[in-house]
């Protein structure tokens, strides 16, 4: 079993505001990407999709990288940690796009956020932090929560549902990862070499699709969503190097209120009631969760 010292650290209000701010702000990116891939779904296959905006994303973070001196040796790639990251994001994208294309938006981020919840518990198996009982129920109230939104057994219910089951499950393998990659590798290089994964197993997967033509309107669109990427992932990385963690977390809850906005306003997808019910239930839990680890380290400081 790993385990992962942590290190208290205080941060005044000013630097837990612009921390909450960037993380919001990565909410956005990650949402207005997932409103624009949506937008497009129905011109383009998945793989192909997905390749052309990885293209678009990867020569963005490179220039960033480039420009900022975060590029590292070719040979960095093959750390384990960052490679296992990688593969699990390819796989997290394969996953949610793939839901993201065929049920309503609102259904599929809701449904994402029992990632905290799920990063937490991986956290506990796996670097045996410790995770009182409080918060083992929240995460289990959480999950019934995932259930109402997708209803297994009942009318309505489909595998796309499942999908975004499969994407928390390798985003978590990601998120836990990222703890074990070393920390002079720059969180711009990882965000580069993952969106090389994800742009290589978009291309893969498009070898055995039908390419649709693809207009210019479209490479346009595919251009914003990757400018999107770069300022969420960007913005992500710097939310949790500025604040305390327990108040920027919940930031990340603002992307379901872009979600919901954005399917009412450009998809015509009104959330129905057990799907509103689900989402409040994992928010709920997910914030009760992150204020018992506040109040767990306070003890312990």
């Known amino acids: 079993m790993v385990t992962i010292s942590r290190t208290a650290q205080k941060f005044t209000p000013a630097e837990n505001l612009r921390g909450g701010a960037l993380m919001a702000l990565a909410m956005a990116g990650f949402g207005f990407n997932d409103i624009v891939i949506k937008h497009i779904s129905p011109t383009l296959e998945l793989g192909q999709a997905i390749f052309i905006r ?7 973070i490179a220039a960033l990288a480039g420009i900022t001196g975060r590029l590292r040796p070719f040979r960095t790639i093959f750390k384990p940690a960052l490679f296992v990251r990688s593969v699990a994001e390819a796989l997290a994208t394969f996953t949610f796009l ?21 990063v937490g518990l991986g956290a506990a198996i796996f670097f045996g932090e410790k995770i009182g009982w409080r918060r083992l129920i929240a995460i289990l109230v959480g999950f019934i929560g995932v259930m109402i939104i997708i209803r297994p057994g009942m009318e309505g219910f489909n595998y796309y549902s499942v999908l975004v089951l499969a994407t928390v499950f390798f985003a978590t393998v990601r998120d836990l990862t990222t703890r074990l990659i070393p920390h002079n590798i720059p969180s711009l290089f990882v965000a580069l070499f993952t969106s090389v994964s994800v742009t290589i197993m978009g291309g893969i997967l498009s070898i055995f699709e039908n390419w649709a033509i693809v207009e210019p309107i479209t490479i346009a669109w595919l251009m914003l969503a990757a400018g999107f990427l770069v300022v969420a ?30 399917g009412i306003v450009f998809f015509d997808e009104i959330p129905d009631a057990m799907t509103i019910l689900g989402s409040s239930i994992i928010v709920a839990t997910g914030v009760y969760s992150i ?10 400081s």
């Open 291 to 300: 204020y018992r680890e506040r109040i767990a380290n306070k003890n312990n």
């Open 54 to 60: 990885g293209i678009f994303a990867t020569l963005f």
């Open 233 to 262: 992932y960007s913005s992500i990385a710097a939310s949790m190097r500025v604040g305390d963690v327990g108040f920027i977390v919940p930031f990340r809850y603002t992307i379901l209120l872009y979600a919901i906005i954005a």
């Open 98 to 118: 793939l839901a993201l294309f065929n049920i309503p938006i609102a259904n599929t981020t809701a449904i994402l956020q029992a990632l905290p919840l799920m």
